[in-house]
Each structure stands twice: as structure tokens, then as C-alpha cells.
């Protein structure tokens, strides 16, 4: 099915703030959560129960506290790749109503399928006008340096207007357990001028709508399209389209991690290098701490911040 006939509602932007790593992202969150009034609801596939996942349950006991609704939903398999185990026996305590999404046990063997299909969103939506997504859990390897962190790289968007209730949709979607998103709206063709607007693409297992929105960017690329993801194992949809836009003359540049987190995904990625190079394409891997982005700029005009990896579980 073609992207133009996807799930996509464009929203108006009143304000928009680029978060780059926990050192500007986590304040800024802590910020939102500090100042709700009503509700608060956040979306991680790591909560963990170190130094940081900590600072975010006091926060969010804080409000609890003073009769603000909190839900916190995160992925139990997100769990076991960190250290510190869960923060939500702590949550819970506080009176925030926190819950795994599709909970695994080894007593019932019929959850095993679960595997497959995980909540890997991280979200935060306060009050139905402020939300933050991108792609940054809730652990130490997210915080700076000098805060006992890893200092992971990686981008978030702080936006205000009319995303959040879209956010906030897609949030009680999954709550209910991977309900279905409303199918409102097109992506555009590009034909002119875009005004100031925002897609918010809820994926969901089969629709597939991120690998459709990632090839219409290499679609309509007109001079360059520039992607920086963490495990680039490309579906060959994507790939086809990317090379298909170098060959017209776009400039495409990837920008990976050199020392991944893991290793199978990074030996993965490098088997695509030589296809992409074969066609024009620009490989540039990041030799700082751990690149966790998920970015795309198409010509200056749109950019895409997420969650989502380039990798077929992703997709």
C-alpha cells in the first residue's frame, strides 16, 4: 500500500523545542511532569530502576500525590536489558497507576508469542497540550557524563499544540493493548509549499506505516535526505527507494553508530553498506558514545524524530 494512503492526521504546531540527549531531554521532561495539572501519561520501553529511572518515579509519585492521574506503560522485554531491573513496583507504591504492556511469564507459555510484538514507543504527554517524543529511554546510559551516566546520543522533540491529543490517543490505544489508530488524512504530494505542520505516525504491528514514511521521504527527496539510526537493518523497500534517489541525483547521507550496544545488529548493518555505497550513498558511523537517534531531514523541509529503528522489528 502506498504512504499516501496511510494513517496520518496533520496537526498545527504552537511551539517546538529539539531535545538533544538526556542532558536537555530529561530536564525538559521533568519539567512538563512538575508542572500537570490534570494528567499525566508516559510511554517507555525502559523504565529502569537506576539513578535516573528513580529521578522520573519521584517525579511522577510528586504529582500523584497532589491528584494528578498518572499511567506509566512500559515493555517488561525492555526490562531485561538494563540494569536495575523495573522501577514500577516503586511507582506503584506511589499511587501511579503503572503497568507492563503484554506482559511475558514463564508459567504461561502461550505468552511467548508476545515476543515479537513490543511496545519500543517512548512518549510523555501532560495535560493534553505538551508532549515529548523521541528516541530516549528512561536509564543511566541516557544521562550525561557527569552525572554517573553513559551519555548515550540521541534526539527528542518537545512539542505544544495540536500533536499532543494525538499522543495522547495513540497512549490510551496502546493501553488497551495495541487498539487500533484512527485512519484520518493523507500524507501530502509535495506538490508545493508545506505550511507548519506535524505528523504523528502511530505504528502498530503489520501496518507498517514507518517503513512506508521513511521511503516516501527518499520519494520526494529533491537535493538530500540525511538518516542517523542506531541498527540499520533496512527493509528492502526502503533500501530500493534510497538507492532509486541517488541514482537521481540526491544526496544521501547515514550516519551509524561504531561501537553498537549490539553487536548482531551492527554486523547486520555493515552486510548493507556496500549496496548503498554501490549507488552514491554516503556511510558515516559516529565514533562518540552509543548513537540511539532515529532522525530523518529531506531537503531542509521535513524532518522525522522518533522511536523507531530502520530494523525489521521496527518496521
Known amino acids: 500500500m502506498p504512504p499516501e494512503t496511510q494513517p496520518y492526521l496533520a496537526a498545527t504546531i504552537e511551539r517546538i523545542r529539539l531535545l538533544r540527549d538526556g542532558v536537555q531531554a530529561f530536564p525538559a521532561m521533568l519539567e512538563l511532569i512538575a508542572q500537570a495539572r490534570e494528567e499525566v501519561l508516559f510511554e517507555n520501553f525502559i523504565f529502569a ?177 540525511d538518516i542517523a539510526d542506531a541498527y540499520l537493518v533496512m527493509p528492502r523497500p526502503v533500501v530500493a527507494e534510497l538507492r532509486a534517489a541517488a541514482r537521481r541525483g540526491v544526496r544521501g547521507r547515514i550516519l551509524t553508530p561504531h561501537h553498537n550496544n549490539h553487536a548482531v545488529a551492527a554486523a547486520a548493518a555493515r552486510a548493507l553498506y556496500q549496496p548503498l555505497l554501490d549507488a552514491g550513498i554516503e556511510l558515516h558511523e559516529w565514533r562518540g558514545s552509543m548513537l540511539h537517534a532515529k532522525t530523518a531531514v529531506m531537503d531542509g523541509r521535513i524532518s522525522l524524530v522518533g522511536s523507531s529503528n530502520l530494523d525489521p522489528l521496527s518496521m
Open 49 to 225: 530502576g537506576d539513578r535516573t529511572g528513580r529521578m522520573f518515579a519521584d517525579a511522577l509519585a510528586a504529582v500523584a500525590r497532589r491528584g494528578v492521574a498518572v499511567h506509566v506503560l512500559y515493555d517488561p522485554v525492555g526490562m531485561w536489558m538494563v540494569k536495575g531491573g523495573s522501577i514500577a513496583g516503586v511507582l506503584r507504591r506511589e499511587g501511579v497507576q503503572a503497568r507492563p504492556f503484554r506482559p511475558l511469564s514463564p508459567l504461561a507459555p502461550w505468552t511467548l508469542w508476545r515476543l515479537r510484538h513490543r511496545d519500543h514507543r517512548k512518549t510523555l504527554t501532560v495535560d493534553s497540550t505538551n508532549c515529548v517524543v523521541g528516541g530516549l529511554c528512561i536509564s543511566d546510559n541516557w544521562s550525561p557524563p557527569s552525572q554517573g551516566g553513559q551519555g548515550w546520543r540521541d534526539t527528542a522533540l518537545q512539542v505544544r499544540g495540536a500533536v499532543a491529543p494525538q499522543v495522547r490517543e495513540a497512549f490510551w490505544n496502546m493501553w488497551r493493548d495495541g487498539g487500533v489508530d484512527a485512519t484520518r488524512g493523507r500524507l501530502p504530494a509535495l506538490a508545493g509549499a508545506l505550511p507548519p505542520s506535524a505528523w504523528v505516525l502511530c505504528d502498530r504491528p503489520g501496518a507498517e506505516r514507518v517503513e512506508h514514511a521513511y521511503a516516501w521521504l527518499a520519494r520526494h527527496a529533491g537535493r538530500c535526505l
